[in-house]
């Protein structure tokens, strides 16, 4: 891009002032036939106008200059407020953000993401998470305010209307499209704001932004939002963060302007004035003038020169202004760290590159470029790292693209790149490669020994889109693909990645109508008595049976159902189904398998406890199976849920047990009635010797506990012998049973009865 430099700024009132000195000697020179008193009082009569004149000339230059350097601020300021937009956006609009608050609230992932991610990237003084009642949900203060001190002292009068407006218009937002999807089609804008608020006397910017996916494709819920808050009071630091951007020497928040400053009203919604932007004005010639008018007549010559010193001056202050204004605009456009376009900017500069291409056949490609490992980088070795990290890139980037390609950072670790006036495909690839290579090296960041390494896909124009939304939207897909795939290099998209895509996504949409159409079915596995080789429980196993692909397991469907947040719906179902087919067995209990969103759900152990009571089914006759990773999600409410599970008769097993984040705090906290272990260990007791000792340690210290054990994944006599001798108190597996579908569970069932 061309910018307009200061060279551009004409000082044409200099080569004025010149021309007025120069006829003034002529006239001077004019009248030397005069006598010396007239010549006295012309030179005086001359010197007052000429005084006069520059004196008034200076005053509206002034009056000028300050309009401008309201105008500045204002703008400044303004732009200062959008900046806190962008910056909350990054956090608020996003996929994740949404899947982990709005779908399936995961305390670690805010408290990781706002309390850590964000607090340590800006420079606020509070973060507020507002739940869908405007309650605060999660705040990270410098002062350790508590939420109930958030509640009273910020989430009242304007913010609280502000964070209103912002979920009608999320509301208003909210759409269904043909596939029957909620999607958000209103504008980022509308769901997003900054007010004026005055806190016990300390005014304070208040961003508010709605957390909402971007760019979309996830499962969406006609419902409130939740609202980010990031509170910045004006205060020395972020008045320094303003004034960086003005030629200012000084930035004041006053309760009225003094007589010496100028400034700008800080309003609020009813534009009551809370308080004012001060500062001392740049041009103050017509004090400097007035104060050397007792001493004119004595120092014509000096005053002159004193003169002509402030309009220069005044005039270099313009300058040094109009270069400031165009170093701000240039900010409000371009990355502070790298210097680089950001989004915005980027695509406007790559639309017009692209269009101008397409119209002479040039041969274009779409390099979406993301730096691995940036954030373990930046927790690792700081920031200050980090940033070089990202910079040293740039360079190298910059070492090797034309000056015809457009780069521009458009996230923390993401860049885009368009590459033109290449000779063919074969050469955009041959470019994009080096750039790996280049990108893709180690390299001495501050004394570190770093890795640098990022991963790059890559669109071709016009093979791949006809646009720049289509080329990146395709970039996009390969540069997944090359996460996937390892990182560290490049990939090149191709209808395969996109097939690939778009079949994850009919999963998805399939897996919605599955419920509706009951393709889900259930088997049963059974649980012997170790002793007896009696059946005292079946396990719940759910498949899908798919009309196209035939019978699917739950790795297939099931962590798709986490992605798009049907898993507590097919979750409910299993329980129902479970309980409705035990009740038809005469002694037998059943299992269910339990994930962490269902334990955190309203009233979970009072919606078990109506279908128990709906079917007839003894408490005691169902065990609800959960992972050891569910204990680290909420783990307050699991604790609380496992108690009134306990209460209520119905007995908890902590399933696959030492195969994750093993810990006997956690045995010991929770109290299971059941400990299953994991059928890895079970399949290795004739080929390693440990895993003998490591079950038998097991099984002791659940006796220790209070648990019943299970042994998983049981297919030999050998393993049931060892088992057995173990004292394991329950046996599952091939050796006693492959899962089936309900018939053969429930004559199984009647035939021990």
């Known amino acids: 891009m061309a910018f307009q430099s200061d060279e551009a700024i004409q000082p044409g009132s200099m ?4 021309d007025g000195e120069r006829n003034g000697r002529r006239i001077f020179s004019g009248r030397k036939h005069l006598t010396f008193a007239l010549l006295i009082l012309g030179m005086f009569s001359a010197v007052v106008a000429a ?8 005053v509206i230059f002034e009056r000028e200059a300050e309009k401008r350097e309201i105008s500045s601020v204002s703008r400044v300021f303004e732009n200062h407020k959008k900046g806190l937009l962008q910056e909350i956006e990054r956090y608020a609009v996003s996929n994740a953000a949404y899947v982990n608050i709005d779908t399936n609230y995961s305390t670690a992932w805010v408290e990781s993401r706002f309390g850590g991610d964000m607090a340590a990237d800006f420079s606020h003084d509070l973060i507020v998470l507002l739940d869908r009642q405007k309650k605060p949900v999660f705040t990270n203060s410098s002062d350790s305010r508590s939420a109930l001190a958030v509640e009273e002292k910020i989430v009242t009068g304007e913010v609280k209307t502000l964070v209103e407006q912002i979920a009608q218009s999320y509301l208003l937002g909210l759409e269904t499209d043909q596939s029957g999807e909620i999607v958000f089609a209103g504008s980022l804008k509308d769901i997003s704001g900054v007010v004026h608020v005055d806190l016990d006397g300390q005014i304070a910017l208040v961003a508010a932004y709605a957390i909402a996916p971007d760019p979309g494709g996830i499962t969406m819920v006609r419902d409130r939002p939740f609202v980010l808050l990031s509170v910045y009071p004006l205060h020395e630091v972020h008045l320094q963060e303003i004034l960086a951007a003005l030629s ?10 003094p007589a010496d400053m100028i400034g700008i009203p800080i309003q609020n919604a009813d534009e009551q004035v809370l308080a004012y932007l001060a500062w001392r004005p740049m041009a103050q010639a017509s004090r400097i003038i007035l104060a050397s008018a007792p001493i004119l007549s ?5 005053i002159l020169a004193i003169t002509l010193w402030i309009l220069w001056q005044n005039f270099q202050a313009a300058r040094q202004l109009a270069r400031r204004e165009q170093e ?3 900010a409000a456009k371009h990355d502070a760290l790298t210097g680089l376009a950001r989004r915005d900017l980027f695509y406007e500069d790559a639309s017009a590159v692209l269009s101008s291409q397409s119209e002479s056949g040039g041969h274009v490609a779409v390099v979406y470029m993301d730096v691995d490992y940036l954030k373990q980088t930046n927790d690792a070795h700081g920031h200050v790292v980090g940033d070089r990290l990202l910079t040293m890139i740039v360079e190298s980037l910059q070492k090797r693209v034309r000056s015809s390609d457009v780069i521009g950072r458009i996230g923390g670790d993401e860049f885009l790149l368009l590459l033109t006036d290449r000779a063919s495909p074969e050469e955009l690839v041959a470019d994009v490669g080096e750039l790996s290579r280049a990108t893709n090296r180690q390299v001495d960041v501050d004394g570190h020994r770093l890795q640098a390494s990022c991963s790059l896909g890559v669109a071709l124009f016009p093979h791949h889109g006809d646009d720049l939304s289509a080329l990146i939207r395709a970039a996009d897909v390969a540069l997944q693909r090359c996460k996937s795939e390892g990182r560290g290099q490049y990939k090149v998209f191709d209808r395969v990645m996109d097939d690939a895509l778009r079949e994850h996504q009919r999963m998805r949409d399939e897996l919605k109508t599955a419920l509706e159409e009951d393709e889900f079915v259930l088997f049963y596995q059974p649980l012997i008595d170790a002793k007896t080789e009696e059946v005292t429980f079946f396990e719940a196993l759910i498949r899908w049976q798919h009309p196209e692909r035939g019978l699917l397991g739950p790795d297939v469907f099931l962590p798709l159902s986490l992605e798009d947040g049907t898993i507590n719906l097919i979750g409910d179902w299993v329980m129902r189904r479970a309980i409705e087919d035990a009740s038809l067995w005469q002694t037998a209990g059943v299992t269910v398998n339990v994930c962490a969103t269902q334990l955190v759900e309203e009233n979970f152990v009072g919606k078990v406890s109506n279908l128990l009571a709906e079917y007839g089914l003894p408490p005691e006759r169902l065990v609800l199976e959960i992972t050891e990773s569910v204990m680290m999600e909420r783990p307050e409410t699991i604790r609380g849920v496992f108690a009134d599970l306990n209460e209520r008769g119905i007995a908890v097993a902590i399933d696959d047990f030492g195969t994750g984040f093993s810990s006997l705090s956690y045995l010991h ?8 272990i994991d059928r890895s260990f079970v399949s290795r007791l004739e080929t390693d010797a440990d895993a003998g000792q490591i079950i038998h340690t097991m099984i002791g ?5 209070g648990m019943q054990v299970v042994a998983e994944g049981v297919e030999k006599e050998k393993q049931r012998d060892f088992l057995r001798k173990a004292n394991c108190d329950y046996l599952q597996g091939y050796l006693f049973g492959r899962p089936a579908p309900l018939d053969g569970a429930t004559r199984r069932s009647r035939l021990i009865a």
Do not use: D, H
Request: charged share 20%; no cysteine.
């Open 298 to 302: 004595a120092a014509l010559i000096a």
């Open 669 to 676: 906290e929770y109290r299971f009635q059941k400990m299953k």
């Open 15 to 18: 080569f004025r002032a010149e």
């Open 248 to 257: 200012l020497g000084n930035l004041e928040v006053e309760e009225a302007i």
């Open 701 to 705: 210290l659940a006796n220790v506990l």
């Open 51 to 58: 005084f006069l004149f520059v004196l008034s000339a200076v």
């Open 328 to 330: 701000v605009l240039f």
